[in-house]
């Protein structure tokens, strides 16, 4: 590549940040970072009643929080709205552009005229060639582009392929409003341009947009970008993405535990592919990311796809990394802040924990375990399976394990057994009060494991407290 790439993420911070918009930042990020060009950030905040501050930070927040970090300030496209009308202007004094002076009525008249004739609903020129002395005075008029209406326009989409239209179907836009100001069509067109970008990545619903944008560009005599379309995401069963799919939301990605690394590997995947590479993480991406390994097609949303990403990471992850990325969320749990002793014991049970975990949300379920403190709630379900005989084990185990003077998991392990040999019964039958003892549910990790990282005196305490509770049970 000859020039040094510019891309940019536009968003209109007019939503949260949805996985849609972070696909196409990822995209562009990626294929900025990969011809060490710049990726640059535009806030497309012209629609003042939708646009908000919190939009506008979740979309600084989610980036960031993904790591796709911009170069240079955000460029805010509603303070640009100066350069935007002097373009307009300049298209006019060049007669590229004239002023409009139809009313929203007889605009209305025209389109359902050209819909019922088999048109399109465009404008139909009728202020093109009006002299300005015919102008009607004290009407505040609109700005048309003078559009070229013979020929094709052409895109040599670097997604999509050659894609092209007859120029009858773009009509003579409106570049500012009759209320002074500028459209996207020309705000867009002329940011891009100011900004230098090389290429404009983004979502295909765009795809008719960007025919008239390289209109606005042509009359300006302005040097074209190149274009690549991303095909949209859509839902498991295949139609358009929205709400009714499940969290769209970055930050909701977010407080469901899914790690940044996860989302980032899993969108990426979402319509593009290296070779059968699954788990690529951020740097192997800037290596082999081309546009030309983005699918044409629109990709499926698949959760259980990210959970497993998801389950990858964590079991990767540096297990104080992972105590830091869950205190939070114990604590918040919890109700309490989770004491150094209880972290020093999640930190020795993290191996065993990580390799379990979908979401950090349930890895910090898991660790709770080593924060209760009796008497240890336990679940109805849990409940239904203990008996006599289940307590009465439990009662043998205890005696057992109070014996043992070298509390590691090898001795521990190797106690059960013996419980389990000796009264010839299976070895949940011995393991699983233990567990409901110690943890109040049916699910964890090999006891033995817990038993030693919840330590001796804790581990006792927890089955005397439960022994006392439930003995006659
Ligand atoms: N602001 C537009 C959007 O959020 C994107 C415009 C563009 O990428 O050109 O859909």
């Known amino acids: 590549m000859q020039e040094s790439v510019v891309t940019r993420f536009a968003p209109s911070p007019t939503g949260l940040l949805h996985i849609g918009g972070a696909r196409t930042a990822l995209f562009n990020y990626l294929f ?5 060009g710049k990726f640059l950030l535009r806030i497309e905040n012209t629609d003042l009643k939708r646009s908000t501050k919190e939009a506008t930070n979740a979309i600084y927040e989610g980036l960031n929080w993904l790591g796709l970090t911009w170069d240079d300030e955000p460029v805010s ?12 202007e300049l298209l006019i004094s060049n007669d590229m552009a004239y002023k409009c002076f139809c009313t929203p009525e007889e605009l209305k008249i025209m389109r359902e005229k050209s819909i019922s004739a088999g048109g399109f609903g465009g404008y139909n020129g009728k202020c093109r060639n009006v002299d300005a002395s015919k102008h009607p005075p004290n009407l505040s008029p609109s700005i048309r582009l003078k559009t070229n209406n013979e020929g094709k326009t052409s895109i040599k989409d670097l997604i999509q392929g050659n894609v ?33 970008i090389t290429h404009v ?95 044409k097609s629109p990709s499926r949303f698949d959760m259980d796809k990210l959970n497993h990403l998801n389950a990858h990471y964590i079991s990767s992850s540096k297990n104080d990394k992972l105590l830091e990325l869950i205190t939070p ?78 509390w590691t998991s090898e001795e521990l392990e190797a106690a059960i057994t013996s419980v389990v040999n000796e009264n010839k019964v299976g070895f949940k ?45």
């Open 32 to 36: 900025s970072r990969h011809y060490q």
């Open 77 to 88: 496209q509603v303070s640009r709205k100066g350069r935007h009308l002097e373009v307009a």
């Open 164 to 196: 092209e239209v007859s120029n009858k179907e773009i009509d003579d836009m409106v570049l500012v409003r009759s209320d002074g100001t500028p459209t996207y069509m020309l705000a867009v067109a002329v940011d891009d341009h100011d900004m230098k």
């Open 201 to 295: 990545i983004r979502g295909d619903d765009h795809l008719t947009n960007t025919f008239r944008h390289i209109q606005i560009y042509q009359a300006l005599g302005w040097k074209v970008p190149y274009f690549a379309h991303i095909p949209l995401i859509h839902g498991s069963d295949g139609k358009k993405l929205s709400k009714r799919h499940g969290a769209l939301g970055i930050h909701n990605y977010k407080e469901d535990g899914i790690l940044p690394q996860a989302l980032n590997n899993y969108l990426l995947r979402l319509g593009w592919s290296h070779k059968n590479h699954e788990i690529i993480n951020l740097k192997e991406a800037i290596n082999w990311f081309e546009l030309k390994n983005v699918g």
């Open 329 to 406: 969320i114990l604590n918040d749990f919890l109700g309490f802040n989770i004491p150094i002793e209880v972290k020093k014991k999640v930190l020795l049970a993290m191996d065993n924990l990580k390799v379990r975990a979908k979401t950090l949300n349930e890895l910090a379920e898991d660790a709770s375990i080593y924060a209760y403190n009796v008497p240890i709630r336990i679940e109805e379900k849990a409940l239904t399976v203990l008996d006599q005989s289940t307590i009465n084990m439990l009662n043998l185990t205890r005696n057992l394990l109070d014996r043992i003077t070298d």
């Open 429 to 473: 039958e011995v393991a699983q009060p233990i567990r409901i003892a110690i943890t109040g549910s049916l699910k964890s990790p090999s006891i033995h494991e817990v038993l030693a990282n919840l330590g001796r005196d804790t581990s006792l305490e927890r089955i005397d407290d439960f022994l006392r509770r439930y003995k006659t049970s």
